[in-house]
């Protein structure tokens, strides 16, 4: 019989895959006798049967539960039926790598109209019992039954109103009986069934929700965004209710036991008096800083202060901490790695290694290597926003980043225009979980409700979005889609805004931004980053602005320059077309002499930037028909340019035409019919490495030949390539080191890997292409069903992001391990989309390649994946 159910007492923080990450943190707390509720976790492995199986709990897991339930009642000596020792439980997910907000939670269960007047009678507090009775009933409404919570909150709040009810603390215990009255013919009226009187059946029909609200849309969608697998299901824990909700001297919260903003090692939280959790995380009232509990509640703070050192030390890591006080004692209700801003990881990663808590190795694994791009990118001009006009600074900063875009009202309006091109900014009162894809789409979002732990901010952060709560001095009316600010003034939906995430401020209008300054902690860790890594990272670049970019970030060399984007300037252009319509050699080179002395240009520039880095240039690889025009006005122009009739161009246009240009003549095909092509780039190339060597600067040209499949292909062109180069070195009597290699990007190449590998100096797979060939997807194309493949699980990731392990990456090693095995010190890179993600990276540094390269503003994660990658293997 398989275990499916664990108490407390009987788990600890290894065993996260089977009861889930709040499952094992209650475990691993209890065991450090810390004050946690008492409790119980159904497995993961329950939640994947009960999703393959359908519609009920299995029987085992309900013998299990029965087990679980009359052992949970012995150790508390509380019961569901009990007169004087009432069992009121919470039930919650936990799956193993959290997902904030994303499935369901139900509180107070074990509620019915005898229970609650027994909690009343109990505790001698009418109105706190059916105050828990009507979140019960709202709760378990929405997340069983299905009855959308609107019909509850609209009711509550016309309550609130008829009767002049500032807060909800004001209503009376008559009143929340008469509202809980109404919460049941709701049920009837929009659930079609009543409240279950029975605790045992609210139980389970509660756990059977929290499986289902695995695969709801929101979670997937939170899943995709952060690459969580879809088939490691949720936990779900059992726990003994604690009742923030009982009084002045009870309360409930959220801390960090550092700024999850800024790193800064100080407690960070917020909380509420006389209130649950569900009222702090979903910003309908604005709590108060952790600090002011040493006023209300000395002791209390003094222990929780106590518990947060013992548990940031325990765990290693900056702790997301929900707790609960009920009538002057503290509670403890789930830990978990808190989730923070790029900025804070890195500080606090360094701290912890300055602390002596960790190793570099621990560091760099506690950063995400997507967050690291939040901090490349540009921050408003401080000239600017003294300028701009101020709509709010009232907000609290909860997610740095600057931001600019139209106001929108809704996650669906925000999801439309973000597919139609425009960058929008979601105003919302506060989020919830089904505005996730609105988030996603969105460049940030404003709420008026809610703290720095609400829905919005803890989202917001952990997908590197910039985001200001609680903005109290502005009104947003989302049925009018208006936002009303100080003096009187109005936004429209559509209207331009900034926001400052960092500060917490709104402005009217674009502001000009600057780029990010890296802190001393930022340079620190990736000088860890590289320590540590064995795999080098170069960049993909030919433009002056983007090879200083990636310099900035110290990339090693550049792994790849696209000559034909130096192709495509306008005088540049003129030429190259001149080259594909002439008639014959001598008119082709003419042609191409002019275009060298561009190239010359072009590549004196790229070396001396390079500075005597290794930097590889990919000869022409584009089919010839991207150069030539295809509307009826850009033919008659070219035609003109080059003094040839309409007619003759569009025979020719006609005769390069292709079926299938990617698997036509391109790459070294265009240099076997075409041999001048290729020798006038490599002429110069050399020229211009030659020319800087009489200045005094070093050059590592490493030349490469695109699309090979045969040796024959590659021998043939290095042949010409390296007479050309011997031709110059005895015009200028002098010698440079060059290599001459290949970009791996048909399978036929990878399997003859070890032939080729005894002609050339360097391999650099080129995944898109290699991918492209090997599944026989057009990556132009793929993008029409490669969406519906996933999510109907056909795969499990776009291929053309992340490594295929099975095919492409079987591919790669059969063709390092064949390569490597006949020439040892070949050098094998990755210039591919792949090069600069993570995952991706991961498989690489298993595999014996040198190097990837990405797109400069990637080179920082993927230096940081490298890293992690290492302390990985490491670890083994």
Not at 508 to 529: K, N
């Amino acid at each position: 019989m398989t275990k499916l159910i664990y108490a407390f007492d009987e788990g600890q923080k290894s065993m996260k895959d089977l009861l889930g990450g709040k499952g094992a943190n209650l475990s691993e707390m209890k065991r450090l006798g810390l004050p946690v509720p008492d409790g119980f976790t159904i497995t993961t492995e329950a939640c994947i049967d009960y999703l393959k199986q359908g519609e009920h709990l299995s029987d085992e897991v309900k013998s299990q539960l029965h087990d679980h339930l009359t052992a949970f009642s012995n150790r508390t000596g509380k019961s569901f039926s009990s007169q004087d020792h009432l069992l009121l439980v919470s039930v919650r997910s936990g799956a193993k790598i959290s997902m904030p907000g994303m499935m369901d939670t139900i509180l107070n269960l074990g509620l019915n109209d005898e229970n609650v007047e027994k909690l009343a009678t109990k505790t001698d507090d009418a109105r706190f019992a059916y105050d828990c009775y009507r979140r019960l009933l709202q709760m378990f409404g929405d997340v069983v039954y299905g009855v959308p919570m609107t019909h509850f909150d609209t009711y509550f709040e016309q309550y609130k109103k008829a009767h002049q009810y500032n807060s909800d603390a004001d209503i009376t215990a008559e009143g929340l009986k008469e509202i809980c009255e109404q919460y049941k013919g709701i049920y009837l009226e929009h659930g079609h069934k009543p409240f279950p009187q029975d605790p045992l059946q609210q139980l389970e029909e509660s756990i059977e929700a929290v499986f289902k609200s695995w695969d709801n849309d929101r979670a997937r969608v939170y899943r995709d965004l952060n690459d969580i697998p879809h088939d490691i299901g949720t936990a779900v824990n059992i726990q003994e209710m604690v009742f923030g909700n009982s009084g002045e001297r009870s309360g409930t919260g959220v801390a960090f036991t550092r700024n999850p903003v800024t790193g800064e090692n100080q407690l960070f939280g917020e909380y509420l008096l006389n209130a649950q959790g569900e009222d702090v995380v979903a910003g309908i009232r604005t709590p108060k800083d952790i600090d002011t509990l040493k006023e209300q509640m000395p002791d209390v703070h003094q222990q929780f202060v106590n518990v947060t050192k013992q548990l940031e030390t325990h765990y290693k890591d900056l702790q997301d901490i929900e707790f609960t006080i009920e009538n002057g004692r503290l509670y403890l209700l789930q830990t978990r790695n808190g989730k923070r801003t790029a900025r804070a990881a890195i500080k606090v990663a360094v701290d912890l290694v300055n602390e002596g808590l960790i190793t570099k190795e621990e560091a760099v694994t506690q950063v995400d290597v997507k967050s690291i791009e939040t901090l490349l990118h540009p921050n408003f001009k401080e000239e600017a926003l003294k300028q701009a006009t101020v709509i709010s600074k009232m907000g609290l900063p909860a997610s740095p980043g600057a931001a600019t875009g139209k106001v929108v009202f809704s996650a669906e309006e925000a999801k439309v225009q973000a597919e139609n091109g425009d960058s929008v900014i979601l105003m919302r009162p506060e989020t919830s979980p089904e505005d996730i894809e609105g988030m996603v789409a969105s460049e940030a979002i404003v709420t008026t409700h809610g703290g720095m732990t609400s829905h919005a901010a803890v989202v917001a952060r952990g997908m590197g979005k910039c985001c200001v709560t609680g903005c109290s001095d502005v009104e947003i009316d989302t049925v009018n889609k208006t936002v009303h600010y100080p003096n009187g003034d109005m936004l429209h939906e559509g209207d331009i805004i900034s926001v400052d995430g960092s500060a917490g401020d709104l402005y009217l209008g674009e502001i000009e931004t600057v780029s990010a300054e890296h802190s001393d902690e930022f340079e620190q860790f990736m000088q860890w980053s590289e320590e540590i890594a064995r795999l080098q990272v170069r960049m993909n670049a030919e433009t002056p602005q983007d090879i200083q970019a990636g310099y900035q970030f110290n990339a090693k060399g550049i792994g790849l320059v696209r000559t034909e984007h130096m192709f495509f300037g306008a005088e540049r252009l003129v030429e190259m077309r001149r080259f594909i319509l002439a008639s014959n050699y001598d008119e082709r080179v003419e042609a191409l002499n002019k275009i060298k002395t561009y190239q010359i240009e072009d590549f004196e520039a790229i070396f001396k930037l390079s500075s005597g880095r290794p930097t590889i240039v990919r000869l022409l690889d584009p089919p010839l028909h991207e150069f030539l025009p295809s509307t009826e006005e850009d033919i008659a122009m070219v035609a003109d340019q080059l003094n040839v009739s309409t007619a003759h161009l569009k025979r020719r246009i006609n005769d390069l035409n292709e079926v299938n240009p990617m698997l036509g003549h391109r790459g070294c095909r265009l240099a076997i019919t075409y041999p001048e092509l290729y020798e006038m780039q490599v002429e110069a190339i050399m020229t211009s490495v030659f020319n800087l060597k009489k200045e005094g600067i070093t050059s590592q040209p490493e030349i490469m030949i695109p699309l090979v499949s045969t040796v024959e292909e590659f021998t043939t062109l290095k042949s010409q390539l390296v007479s050309t180069i011997q031709d110059l070195e005895n015009d200028m009597k002098d010698k440079v080191h060059y290599l001459i290699g290949t970009m791996i990007e048909t399978p036929r190449a990878c399997l003859i890997a070890d032939q080729l590998a005894q002609q050339c100096d360097f391999f650099s797979f080129g995944t898109n292409d290699l991918t492209q060939l090997t599944y026989g997807f057009s990556r132009d194309d793929a993008g029409k069903f490669i969406n519906v493949y996933t999510e109907s699980n056909i795969l499990q990731l776009d291929p053309f992001q992340t490594l295929d392990h099975d095919g492409v990456g079987q591919l790669i090693e059969i063709a390092v391990t064949n390569a490597k095995r006949v020439n040892s010190s070949i050098k094998i890179g990755v210039c591919g989309e792949l090069g600069g993600d993570a995952k991706s990276i991961r498989r690489f540094n298993q595999l014996d390649i040198d190097y990837v390269s990405c797109s400069p503003f990637r080179v920082p994660g993927a230096i940081l994946a490298t890293a992690q990658s290492q302390a990985e293997e490491s670890e083994r």
